[in-house]
């Protein structure tokens, strides 16, 4: 078992920058690949980012791309997310995600096997 637990989501206005921590327990980290998704209220949840296990290789939505960076810290046990120049339809819960049997890292949440609770992103226009 993995057990994942995110931190850092809160209030911000619109252009502001927020930076999402994961911390995983349990398992060797750097067996998994990770990922960010997120859920807004009322619509089904969404691929963010991933990183292999290695962290060489990322791979963002296109809703994202350019201003949120995933990173890892395999010594830590922990995956990143900086989120730069928010949105309002950024707004959503963010879960971290953690996939074993598919270490370079995937969009498609099925393929992970482990999920953290989740945390409140709340993006002001």
């Known amino acids: 078992q993995v057990q994942l637990v995110e931190s850092g989501g809160g209030l911000v206005q619109a252009g502001g920058s927020l930076r999402l921590s994961c911390v995983a327990s349990?398992?060797?980290?750097?067996?998994?690949?990770m990922g960010w998704f997120r859920q807004a209220p009322g619509k089904e949840r969404e691929f963010v980012a991933t990183i292999s296990w290695s962290g060489a290789a990322t791979y963002y939505a296109d809703s994202v791309e350019g201003r949120f960076t995933i990173s890892r810290d395999n010594a830590k046990s922990t995956v990143y997310l900086l989120m730069d120049r928010l949105e309002p339809d950024d707004t959503a819960v963010y879960y971290c995600?953690?996939?074993?049997?598919?270490?370079?890292?995937?969009?498609?949440?099925?393929?992970?096997?482990?999920w953290g609770q989740g945390t409140q992103v709340t993006v002001s226009s």
């Open positions: 349990g398992r060797t980290f750097s067996n998994y690949a």
């Open positions: 995600a953690a996939a074993g049997r598919y270490r370079g890292g995937s969009d498609r949440g099925s393929y992970y096997e482990y």
